[in-house]
């Protein structure tokens, strides 16, 4: 006898009526993929949770790799037996033993197979009895134990957990489709990628980089914090698109204080085309409102007018403080924080505009074109895969 099982509880995917197959699919296939390393494991998936069978594998190493996968709810590692009184009381007395520094213990079975002769309160007193003139030195307590064994009497088999891990929550990634998410070097848009995944989107990045005003060193730390995200869903796919030119250009063309925000509606035009070509259906930014000249309601007014493109903006009313906190937890932020130069950093003014105006912007731009330049970058953008396991080998897949 063992805890040979854990339980997977799915939360909020239960409310999801007749898209739940896919959920599950997809949750069942992230969970797969996370614990591929696992050999010896199975994962058994049914209507309202999941089941990974251990046959004998350490079951904490698998706890933390499920507990950061979005659409878990609560995690249990479990004992499973039949449903034979007498094996469900020698379990029980199994868990109580198996746990440390326990003296009070209190029994609450549920039974859900109504074929089981002896019905839930009743076998809460048949248990606990049992526990009590087995052993010395645990008494029950109701109200506060140091344990609780919770002993599900299912119709296929009963399962007795003692205690429920909190999982990461939210949607599992890929169940709400994809999202180009603008991937900068700082603190933000990696939390911002993070958020959408939560709510099961899946990632594909974009980022524009300068050289040689900006270095290889500050693609890397993209591509490092792309890895970070690969952490809590699949591989993601960075198009690294080469905005010097288009930079220069509006440097030479556009009065200062708008250049930032004209270098902006580039970049979204440049987004919203790659994203068409990949079949994307949104894009996701770092931006919170008022963090900086190009977060004010004006500028972003200004920059949004090139696109129709629906914008995830999950950080738009967060705080940088609890931008940080979240950044430290999924571990980005000692990569954000590397002092490498970023694309805007380099050309952007001293006093970018806080309040451009829509249409000073449109008519500074339509003195020029831009769209041979546009055309350029997109054709010249490297796609690189981002892997978990191992970042340095990323292939380039499309060099054009
Ligand atoms: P971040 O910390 O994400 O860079 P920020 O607070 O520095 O954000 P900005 O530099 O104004 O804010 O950028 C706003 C958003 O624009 C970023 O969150 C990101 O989504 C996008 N962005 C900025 N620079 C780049 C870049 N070089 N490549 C891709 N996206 C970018
Ligand atoms: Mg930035």
């Known amino acids: 006898m063992d805890y040979d099982h854990i339980i997977v509880r799915y939360g909020e995917l239960a409310l999801k009526g007749r898209n739940r197959k896919i959920f599950t699919n997809k949750l069942h296939e992230n969970v797969a993929r996370k614990l591929k390393?696992?050999?010896?494991?199975?994962?058994?998936?049914?209507?309202?949770?999941?089941?990974?069978?251990?046959?004998?594998?350490?079951?904490?190493?698998?706890?933390?790799?499920?507990?950061?996968?979005?659409?878990?709810?609560?995690?249990?590692?479990?004992?499973?037996?039949?449903?034979?009184?007498?094996?469900?009381?020698?379990?029980?007395?199994?868990?109580?033993?198996?746990?440390?520094?326990?003296?009070?213990?209190?029994?609450?079975?549920?039974?859900?197979?109504?074929?089981?002769?002896?019905?839930?309160?009743?076998?809460?007193?048949?248990?606990?009895?049992?526990?009590?003139?087995?052993?010395?030195?645990?008494?029950?307590?109701?109200?506060?134990?140091?344990?609780?064994?919770?002993?599900?009497?299912?119709?296929?088999?009963?399962?007795?957990?003692?205690?429920?891990?909190?999982?990461?929550?939210?949607?599992?990634?890929?169940?709400?489709?994809?999202?180009?998410?603008?991937?900068?070097?700082?603190?933000?848009?990696?939390?911002?990628?993070?958020?959408?995944?939560?709510?099961?989107?899946?990632?594909e990045a974009i980022h524009f980089h300068s050289p040689p005003y900006t270095s290889d060193r500050a693609?890397?730390?993209?591509?490092?914090?792309?890895?970070?995200?690969?952490?809590?869903?699949?591989?993601?796919?960075?198009?690294?698109?080469?905005?010097?030119?288009?930079?220069?250009?509006?440097?030479?063309?556009?009065?200062?204080?708008?250049?930032?925000?004209?270098?902006?509606?580039m970049m979204m035009k440049i987004s919203e085309q790659i994203a068409r070509n990949e079949g994307i259906l949104s894009l996701t930014t770092?931006?919170?409102?008022?963090?900086?000249?190009?977060?004010?309601?004006?500028?972003?007014h200004a920059i949004n007018e090139v696109t129709n493109y629906p914008i995830i903006r999950p950080l738009i009313t967060m705080d940088k403080t609890e931008i940080m906190h979240i950044s430290e937890n999924i571990n980005a932020y000692e990569i954000s924080i590397r002092p490498y130069e970023d694309c805007c950093t380099v050309f952007v003014p001293a006093s970018p505009k806080t309040k451009p105006k829509t249409d000073k912007v449109v008519y500074f731009e339509s003195n020029y074109d831009y769209q041979e330049e546009i055309e350029e970058a997109i054709k010249n953008k490297e796609t690189v895969e981002i892997t978990q396991e191992n970042n340095m080998e990323n292939e380039f897949i499309d060099l054009l």
Not at 245 to 264: A, E, N
């Open 286 to 300: 770092g931006e919170s409102l008022g963090q900086v000249a190009s977060q004010t309601m004006e500028s972003m």
């Open 219 to 265: 693609k890397q730390k993209v591509f490092d914090l792309a890895e970070k995200l690969t952490n809590y869903g699949d591989k993601i796919k960075i198009h690294v698109v080469p905005f010097t030119k288009l930079q220069q250009k509006i440097h030479r063309d556009i009065p200062y204080g708008y250049s930032m925000t004209v270098m902006r509606r």
């Open 37 to 203: 390393d696992h050999a010896k494991i199975k994962i058994k998936k049914t209507r309202d949770r999941m089941y990974i069978i251990l046959n004998g594998e350490d079951p904490n190493p698998i706890i933390d790799k499920c507990k950061v996968i979005f659409g878990i709810q609560s995690l249990s590692v479990a004992i499973k037996v039949e449903n034979d009184p007498d094996k469900i009381k020698e379990s029980a007395l199994f868990a109580l033993r198996e746990a440390e520094k326990v003296k009070t213990f209190k029994i609450t079975a549920k039974r859900v197979d109504k074929n089981f002769p002896i019905g839930s309160q009743e076998f809460n007193h048949v248990v606990g009895g049992y526990i009590l003139s087995s052993t010395t030195g645990y008494t029950v307590d109701v109200h506060n134990p140091d344990i609780e064994l919770h002993i599900e009497i299912r119709n296929e088999a009963t399962y007795i957990t003692s205690k429920r891990i909190l999982g990461a929550g939210g949607l599992p990634v890929g169940s709400s489709g994809k999202t180009l998410l603008l991937l900068s070097g700082g603190i933000d848009s990696p939390v911002a990628g993070y958020l959408a995944m939560k709510r099961g989107v899946q990632i």
